[in-house]
């Protein structure tokens, strides 16, 4: 009826339904893989010359991808980053995406415990406990530790006790805990050289004891140390009050802890005719509180083996007044850092096994703490 023979008319239209048929049969294929659909693949199958153009005909231009559909691809293996430390003042917000509102922020140079990893981002907690969200490129990634018996591959962290508005006990003549604890923590990190030292905080500055604690788990630690001064009712003594604070659970711990009283009081000791103050408990001692775990928070919260230093008394004028002295200094220092050698090298950290720790949910902070930028 159109001019057309009806037989050459049922070739045409079988034909056409030939190609629509293997055109239809490419684009279900590529739809029927649930598999590659989840991973997001786009897959391209080979086809004969003669469906090329067909084929092209039904492709359609994928969307370029949105900010928060990038952060949802799979990350780089972030399974084994402990911390990042930052390298300019960073925004910190509840959720991976860039979109998000800012819970706080954080300085450079700070090191903040990371506790996941999700599409180039990290959860981390900051000083003042705020949790939240940073991109990894926001800083140097670091690698948490693991067992060793090498020195180049030990991870000590150095937490300087208190820290801005809680100063810590204050000397007779002014002089803060604060102040004193960072600058025997610098010396100690200079005698740790050629380790991985990371500190808890490094200026004046509020810092929760939870944070302190889970930086130290985090980066698998091979030890923590606590730097602090005693203060409190004391009595004369010929010797030094020096006291070092460990996990009552913890036989590691408790090895750390006797090295570094052994190490710090016998080089203290060697300081004649000294009116030294001390209490009736003195050396490598324990703390439980009334449910059997440690008193102190971060022996208490931390994984790693952990010692809190207690070197001299701050509030007896004369050890205040010894404590601002660089040679005083330096044997704390290097006293802890040869204890801390010894643990490595002898193998008692290699054999050290995780202390189990359940969090506190908070760190002792004041209502007003700000992060340090």
């Not at 049969?25 to 786009?42: I, M, W």
């Not at 010396?187 to 939870?210: C, E, H, P």
């Not at 060697?270 to 971060?298: E, F, M, Q």
Request: one cysteine or more; aromatic letters at 6%.
């Amino acid at each position: 009826m159109f001019g057309v023979r009806s037989g050459t008319l049922e070739w045409i239209l079988a034909v056409v339904a030939c190609a629509a048929c293997g055109i239809f049969a490419l684009v279900g294929g590529a739809q029927s893989s649930p598999g590659l659909r989840k991973a997001g693949v786009t897959v391209t199958t080979a086809v004969p010359t003669a469906s090329t153009a067909p084929v092209a005909a039904f492709a359609t231009k994928e969307p370029a991808p949105t900010e928060a559909a990038a952060s949802a691809k799979p990350a780089a293996d972030l399974s084994h980053i402990g911390a990042i430390t930052l390298r300019h003042t960073t925004t910190v917000r509840p959720a991976p995406d860039a979109r998000a509102h800012a819970v706080t922020q954080v300085g450079s140079g700070i090191t903040l415990p990371i506790t996941q990893a999700k599409g180039g981002w990290v959860k981390v907690l900051s000083p003042c406990e705020i949790t939240g969200w940073v991109r990894a490129t926001d800083g140097t990634l670091i690698t948490a530790g693991g067992e060793t018996s090498s020195l180049q591959q030990a991870v000590f962290v150095i937490d300087p006790g208190h820290g801005g508005t809680e100063s810590g006990a204050v000397g007779p003549d002014g002089v803060q805990e604060q102040d004193v604890n960072l600058q025997i923590s610098r010396r100690l990190a200079a005698d740790l050289a050629g380790s991985r030292v990371y500190f808890t905080r490094t200026g004046r500055y509020n810092v929760g004891l939870r944070f302190r604690a889970l930086l130290a788990s985090t980066l698998h630690a091979t030890a923590f140390f606590s730097m602090h001064e005693n203060s409190g009712p004391t009595i004369p003594s010929r010797r030094p009050g020096t006291q070092a604070w460990r996990q009552v659970k913890s036989a590691p711990s408790a090895s750390l802890a006797s090295l570094v009283w052994k190490n710090i009081y016998s080089s203290l000791a060697r300081y004649r005719h000294v009116p030294w103050v001390s209490t009736a408990k003195i050396g490598p001692l324990a703390r439980p509180n009334t449910k059997g775990t440690d008193y102190y928070a971060v022996l208490r919260e931390s994984t790693a083996p952990s010692v809190i230093v207690e070197s001299l008394f701050i509030n007896n004028k004369f050890e205040e007044r010894m404590l601002q002295k660089s040679d005083i200094q330096d044997v704390i220092a290097s006293g802890t850092a040869n204890a801390a050698k010894t643990f490595v090298t002898s193998g008692q950290a290699a054999k050290a096994r995780p202390y189990h720790v359940k969090m506190d949910k908070s760190g002792g902070l004041p209502s007003n703490c700000t992060d340090p930028i």
